[in-house]
RNA sequence: GGAGCGGUAGUUAAGACGGUUAUAACGCCGGCCUGUCACGCCGGAGGCCGAGGGUUCGAGUCCCUUCCGCUCCGCCA
């Protein structure tokens, strides 16, 4: 007999002792007992955790969404109760009544909150019985990911998922309370909408009323946010689900929420400063944290210049530093014909063994690198691959510039712009992880300002707008035509630890200054009146200055429970090739459906 | 589109050098047990080693193909 077949068995002929709810109205919950609820008669109901059957006294540690409490059959106390509680296994699910006494002398459990009682039970009745779980629900287990994934409901089960669902509840009931009350309409905007040519591959949905015609699912509600001010909403937010057909990371899923706010009246001073207060909020609401206000400021320029990315992690001090000058004439041929050289000096990184610069090695040539240069200031010299071709004049140039010290590591790297600060500043993370250099438990915001308003993209041969077509930019609209590369963006970022975790701009609110961005952009007056003239035709009625900012509630939420994936604060989210491994979807649909919407599909799947 | 890691009992893993009957822990089933708390003790069942093909006297182990999961690059206004 098969395994399988016996837990059926077993679970079949315990179904004979289930009994309806009744009636049953449970007073606690099982999280919340204390020595407070001494000689209380409690009704709690829940699922069981773990069963101790010691043929005489009984004890079940019954879970519910609260938490655990011990319950103890005693044959003295309720034969009936006590001989079928035999039939008790994991995850079955009861209702019991009972009383609260201290569990006796010696006998307390300091490793539970409830741990100084138990609930002793007088009567119970069995309200579900269930299959042996693929895996038991336990926080200090951790299943493979496509198992949890296609048992959603049981691994939500699991104490750290449940809190975590709960968590994101809270932080979006702090978001809401403080929106609420500095005046924002919470307004919801389509889900079906028109595609948009910029930006992230669109979700299409094909229309069966209008055959051969698509709708778009929203990257996000930009342009309807815009709208609902020149509604005169004045201020707005909305919890909006945002969905962009591209790869997925730890940190992205095709579809995923944002806090989106949008704001009249107001410049980049008064949005951050609202930005500051929602944070601060969120931080002392869940989690009783007071932040630092204002948060400090970095522009774009100095976020490259300095760490080479554009949201820095500014919690640990390591520094990039561009040295090109210094060794333009040196021997080492690649340092003397790169574009850009960049050196990045670690104080006490010369304890490092080569295995683990291999490592960083390695991990740089993910972003391009050929290689990774490094030099060792010992007391006695300069150990390195790269010594023999440096001068005694660049030695004193890198030493000064780089303030080098005895026991210093220098990384070194050389080439193109995008790749030495890619290459430099992730390993710049790396190693403040490797070497323990990064603070725990703490939220370090930093706002990320001057954004570059266009970007040059290579494939298409054209310039594209870095945060999106409808920022405004900075100064004279006149130079962001002539100049496309120096213009700048009145857009900013909000960093946390590292990680960007919201971004808005003041937005264009001039329908002439929109048309130009549009012709910047490569559209001709054309494409740029098909796809966004009812926008345009909205800025000509009187629309109101406005600006606003949206925050990835997702990413939000792992980075303040410290976890790392999106998935685990997300109900039910995809895998890496965007599937849901408890539905799943997707999945083919019936030639019925799509003969209504007068599809056919180009080739059979599987053919 | 690309790079890397992984898939062995219900679960988590070991086995990788080609060579007896594929290991362990937990879980599961049966028995015993009145103070356990990840209870304990005794006994037992449980495997197409992700799938397909190949090399070989012999494949969990080597080769090819493929599916699935994860991490990353590209991509993500």
Not at 160 to 178: E, F
Not at 309 to 335: H, M, Y
Not at 440 to 468: G, I, M, S
Request: charged share 25%.
């Amino acid at each position: 007999m098969s395994q399988e077949t016996q837990c059926r068995d077993i679970q079949e002929d315990h179904k004979r002792f289930v009994e309806p709810l009744g009636d049953f109205n449970r007073t606690h919950t099982c999280g919340e007992l204390t020595t407070a609820d001494l000689k209380k008669e409690v009704r709690l109901c829940g699922w069981v955790q773990f069963r101790r059957d010691h043929g005489g006294l009984i004890f079940v540690d019954l879970r519910d969404r609260a938490g655990l409490s011990q319950i103890v059959f005693i044959p003295e106390v309720a034969p009936e109760a006590h001989e079928k509680a035999h039939i008790l296994r994991s995850e079955y699910v009861l209702a019991l009544e009972g009383y609260v006494r201290a569990r006796p002398e010696g006998m307390a459990n300091p490793n539970m909150v409830t741990g100084g009682i138990e609930v002793v039970v007088r009567s119970w009745r069995l309200l579900n019985t269930s299959k042996t779980p693929p895996f038991l629900i336990e926080d200090r287990l951790d299943p493979g990911e496509n198992l949890r994934l296609e048992h959603r409901y049981l691994d939500l089960r699991r104490p750290r998922m449940n809190s975590a669902l709960i968590m994101r509840h809270k932080i979006t009931q702090s978001v809401r309370r403080y929106l609420d009350e500095g005046g924002f309409i919470e307004v919801e905007t389509p889900i079906l909408t028109k595609s948009t040519p910029e930006g992230a591959r669109d979700f299409l949905v094909p229309s069966r009323v209008n055959q051969g015609e698509f709708y778009a699912l929203p990257q996000s509600p930009q342009i309807f946010k815009q709208l609902l001010m020149v509604a005169g909403l004045e201020r707005y937010f909305q919890i909006a689900r945002c969905f962009r057909d591209e790869d997925l990371r730890a940190d992205r899923q095709p579809e995923f929420t944002q806090i989106d706010i949008e704001m009249s009246f107001v410049n980049e001073d008064m949005v951050m400063h609202m930005a500051e207060g929602l944070m601060a909020r969120v931080l002392r609401d869940v989690f009783g944290k007071d932040l630092v206000l204002p948060f400090p400021r970095m522009t774009y320029d100095e976020a490259m210049r300095s760490y080479g990315v554009d949201k820095p992690d500014t919690r640990f001090d390591l520094r990039l530093q561009e040295v090109t000058d210094i060794v333009k004439g040196s021997d080492f041929r690649l340092f003397a014909t790169a574009p850009l050289v960049k050196a990045m000096r670690v104080p006490g990184g010369e304890t490092l063994s080569r295995k683990e610069i291999d490592e960083f090695t390695e991990y740089v040539k993910i972003f391009g690198a050929q290689g990774l240069a490094w030099i060792k200031i010992r007391p006695d010299e300069w150990q390195s691959p790269i010594a023999k071709f440096l001068s005694e004049t660049e030695r004193a140039g890198l030493k000064e510039a780089l303030g080098l010290e005895v026991g210093d590591i220098v990384f070194f790297q050389a080439g193109a712009p995008e790749m030495v600060n890619a290459a430099l500043g992730n390993l710049r993370v790396r190693l403040g992880e490797h070497l323990g250099l990064i603070p725990e438990d703490l939220h370090n915001f930093l706002w990320v300002t001057d954004f570059p308003l266009f970007e040059y993209d290579q494939e298409e041969k054209r310039w594209v707008a870095c945060h999106h077509p409808f920022t405004q930019a900075q100064g004279d609209p006149e130079a962001m035509v002539a100049d496309p590369a120096s213009a700048r963006a009145r857009a900013y970022d909000m960093v946390l630890n590292g990680t960007e975790v919201g971004g808005g701009s003041i937005r264009i609110h001039n329908a002439a200054m929109q048309r130009s961005m549009f012709a910047a952009l490569g559209f001709s007056p054309e494409e740029a009146e098909s796809q966004f003239g009812f926008l345009m035709q909205a800025l000509e009625q009187g629309a109101p200055p406005h600006g606003g900012i949206a925050f990835g509630l997702d990413r939000f939420v792992m980075l303040l429970l410290g976890l790392g994936s999106i998935r685990d604060v997300i109900a039910f989210p995809k895998t890496q090739k965007a599937g849901c491994l408890l539905t799943r979807a997707p999945a083919p649909v019936s030639a019925k459906q799509l003969r209504e919407l007068g599809l056919a599909l180009r080739e059979k799947p599987g053919e």
